[in-house]
């Protein structure tokens, strides 16, 4: 352990004890949402990661220390940041620490956290990975790295949104990272049930799920596995705004880590707000598997 990474006294005191422990990114909850509303989908998530008998974990960047599990007003100085506050990936962290600025946490951020804390499960709404136009602009997410490194469950409803899923399933096959689908054989496009690429393999429970993690760990196999989750309710018909989105980002000179939010909000408001109740319903849904997963882990030790 590192004096630059605290975990709370009761993350810590349930790692010691090897009870289960589930991370939680803060991404979400400064650029996820629009401004006040990333707050309250931040408390949801550790509400059903207890209801589950785990523990939340929620990751950030404050005051030079990067924090495993936050106090309400922690949670509340990041929620209040909002798009102040920097997306520490993998690599920013250190930066976050050293310049003293709030980091709000993303999938990779999070996993290298877990890697160092010992924090084996995690929740999120998509996972990072190949950007649509990798052709013309090689933009391929921090998150993938980290999924090859670090032993963890990561639960989430898919990709990005925004993603060449295609191309990021087939990085993840390359880099040994196994696709796991909850009683589902293809992979959910984040707002939508189907159309999106096979899942290596298909598991009808956290039990299940929990055995191939212990497996897959045991073999020698350092990798993470991406749990994917179908979203309830679902958005079949969001796919043309993506596309709306994303050409009005390009019109705009958004880019980088700038893609992510933008076409969130542009989401948000142009479908009346069904994107959002969506988000905000995978998003805790996923959390409450992942600690029904984290549980499940633990009973196998």
Request: proline share 5%; glycine share 10%.
């Amino acid at each position: 352990m590192t004096e630059l990474l605290a975990l709370s006294p009761e993350v810590e005191e349930a790692l010691r004890d090897e009870r289960a422990v589930v991370a939680l990114e803060t991404t979400i909850v400064a650029h996820g949402f629009p401004p006040g509303q990333g707050l309250a989908v931040g408390l949801e998530c550790e509400r059903r990661v207890r209801a589950t008998g785990a523990v939340p974990a929620t990751v950030a960047v404050l005051d030079g220390v990067v924090r495993i599990g936050l106090a309400e007003a922690e949670l509340e100085r990041v929620s209040a940041a909002g798009p102040e506050a920097r997306k520490a990936g993998p690599r920013d962290l250190a930066m976050c620490v050293v310049e003293r600025v709030i980091g709000a946490t993303t999938v990779g951020g999070t996993l290298a956290a877990c890697q160092i804390a010992g924090v084996r499960f995690m929740a999120t709404g998509g996972i990072g990975g190949v950007h649509r136009g990798f052709a013309e602009v090689p933009d391929v997410s921090a998150d993938v790295s980290e999924l090859s490194r670090t032993e963890a469950v990561v639960v989430c409803s898919g990709a990005k949104s925004l993603l060449d899923v295609q191309a990021t399933v087939e990085l993840l096959e390359t880099l040994g990272v196994p696709v796991l689908g909850l009683r589902t054989d293809e992979l959910p496009l984040f707002y939508a049930m189907r159309g999106g690429p096979p899942v290596s393999q298909r598991a009808e429970s956290p039990e299940e799920v929990a055995q191939i993690a212990a497996a897959h760990w045991q073999l020698g196999r350092s990798s993470a596995l991406v749990l994917a989750r179908a979203p309830d309710p679902a958005l079949e018909d969001v796919e043309p705004l993506i596309e709306e989105a994303l050409a009005e980002a390009r019109r705009g000179g958004v880019a980088g880590q700038a893609v992510t939010p933008f076409v969130l909000a542009y989401l948000h408001e142009h479908s009346g707000g069904r994107t959002l109740e969506v988000n905000r319903q995978l998003v805790a849904d996923n959390a409450a598997l992942a600690g029904d997963v984290a549980v499940a882990y633990g009973r196998l030790r």
